[in-house]
């Protein structure tokens, strides 16, 4: 037993997943979309199980019951959520458990408490963390609201109280547009977690978005490998991510990571975490929430502390003692992730469906890439805008910066735009290259006009040129020996339109 791994995800994070099973001898079963039948993470498993899902609204990836059903029919020990779909869903969670299966990651009950902000908020100061002011549990409707806003003073936040990744959550800078707001953050809610409660709290206008990477063990031990900063976005979604932080001195780093820890021992927790803080501006921070999965940018963590946080997922899992103590743990270098999305980011970051005709990916030993698709592949609307990860190691902040440029650089993709360009932007910018950025940075700074290049035309009529030289020349070393044959133009029109 326990040596048939599912994994109810797609992309980059399922070869990810892959990598990690065949390294502890576990046999890789992926779960083939419909909506996306040739997938390049399909070419990476040990076997490939239909799931007829297009007939459904909802991809394989989104359906609990038809995921344990499947599994049941294969033999499956154990189900790998990733990130993002059912991986911080408790009732997923259960339905694997009740049904025999190993999930990997935490208990239904702690995934359920930490999903459910007001309870987790609770169990936080019952460990000592620091909150930013706010209800301590759900506020029924917008006159309610409304009375605590006059309380904690304006602007402030209304959040899902089951929520993640920015949906169900809206700024209210004045009371005239609490009702509206409320009306809108209580919808989203109700229609992406299927509960619209909400709480308030009061909202930092520029604050630093860190998160600790925690790991721990059925056991009680538990570890935090350092943090992240995870600053950049856009409403609420990361574009860029590095580690370590150069925002925290190395006292108030050792404060967080202590508390992240208490935090995580004191409700029991097991498996990969993280713990989100939110750092004012004056170098208040204050406890956000826990995620319960794997996040997309645990390979700047990797990369700085040598340790692999998805293989100790599912050692964890299996009932393994973590091995790594906390003081092993050490930091090398520094470590910046561009996630590239499918986005053009000079039209509102507009997402990109269509064939990518060409991608070319940079060839550096300090350079990790993450990646769910390759030359031929097709972007659907059916799932996230990311199709890759680029992940850079340097000696120190400066030396990352100037190598993920490079790397960069040696970016290619031919059939849409990217949030590539956006990227190199943000590292050129003096708030980015002193680390004064926050969480308002895109609605600060970012325009589009910064992205324009003034030789764009220039360089897509060389590509061009370069494409056409290329075939023409290929062309014309298949065809036959005759000279005046291999040189004409028409010939080798006719070819190419072939």
């Not at 470590?335 to 507009?350: G, H, K, L, W, Y």
């Not at 350079?367 to 190691?393: C, L, W």
């Amino acid at each position: 037993m326990n040596k048939r791994l599912l994994i109810a995800n797609r992309s980059e994070i399922a070869i990810r997943i892959i990598r990690s099973a065949h390294k502890l001898g576990l046999t890789a079963i992926v779960l083939q979309s419909e909506k996306e039948p040739d997938a390049l993470y399909l070419n990476y498993a040990d076997e490939v199980i239909l799931a007829n899902d297009g007939s459904s609204d909802k991809p394989i990836f989104l359906d609990a019951e038809k995921i344990v059903q499947l599994a049941l029919e294969n033999q499956i020990d154990m189900i790998h959520p990733g990130y993002g779909f059912l991986s911080e869903n408790p009732d997923f969670a259960q339905l694997c458990e009740d049904n025999g299966l190993n999930f990997i990651g935490p208990s239904p009950k702690l995934i359920r408490e930490m999903g459910i902000k007001t309870i987790a908020k609770k169990m936080a100061i019952d460990a000592g963390l620091p909150l930013v002011p706010g209800s301590d549990g759900a506020v029924k409707d917008a006159k309610v609201a409304l009375e605590f806003a006059k309380k904690i003073g304006y602007p402030v936040l209304l959040k899902a109280s089951a929520g993640g990744g920015g949906r169900g959550m809206r700024i209210v800078e004045k009371p005239e547009t609490m009702e509206r707001n409320f009306k809108s953050a209580f919808d989203e809610a109700t229609a992406a977690f299927g509960n619209g409660d909400l709480f308030i709290e009061k909202y930092l206008e520029n604050p630093k978005h860190l998160e600790f990477q925690i790991l721990g063990d059925k056991y009680g031990h538990v570890i935090q490998l350092g943090e992240r900063e995870c600053s950049l976005q856009r409403k609420h979604q990361k574009l860029l991510e590095e580690a370590p932080s150069a925002s925290i001195s190395p006292r108030i780093r050792k404060k967080m990571g202590k508390m992240a820890v208490k935090f995580a021992e004191s409700i029991g927790y097991f498996s990969a975490g993280t713990i989100e803080y939110i750092l004012d501006e004056d170098g208040t921070f204050y406890f956000m929430e826990m995620n319960t999965r794997i996040q997309v940018e645990h390979p700047v963590t990797e990369m700085v502390s040598g340790v692999d946080l998805v293989d100790w997922q599912i050692k964890i899992a299996l009932g393994e003692k973590l091995t790594v103590k906390q003081s092993e743990v050490k930091t090398t270098g520094w470590a910046i992730e561009c996630r590239v999305n499918t986005e053009d980011p000079q039209n509102r970051f507009s997402p990109q469906t269509g064939f990518i005709e060409k991608i070319r990916f940079p060839q550096n030993p300090n350079v990790r890439i993450e990646t769910g698709v390759q030359n031929g592949s097709v972007v659907t609307p059916y799932f996230d805008s990311m199709i890759a990860k680029i992940i850079v190691h340097g000696n120190n902040r400066q030396d990352a910066i100037n190598k993920t440029l490079e790397a960069l650089q040696d970016f290619g993709l031919m059939g849409m735009k990217t949030t590539v360009p956006f990227c190199r932007a943000v590292l050129q910018h003096p708030e980015f290259v002193s680390a004064r950025y926050t969480t308002r940075w895109v609605t600060q700074y970012f325009k589009p006009e910064m992205l324009e290049n003034p030789d764009d035309e220039l360089i897509g009529a060389l590509a061009a040129t370069i494409i056409y030289a290329t075939e023409y020349l290929q062309i014309a070393s298949d065809l036959p020996a005759s000279r005046n044959e291999s040189l004409n133009v028409w010939v080798l029109n006719k070819r190419i339109n072939k």
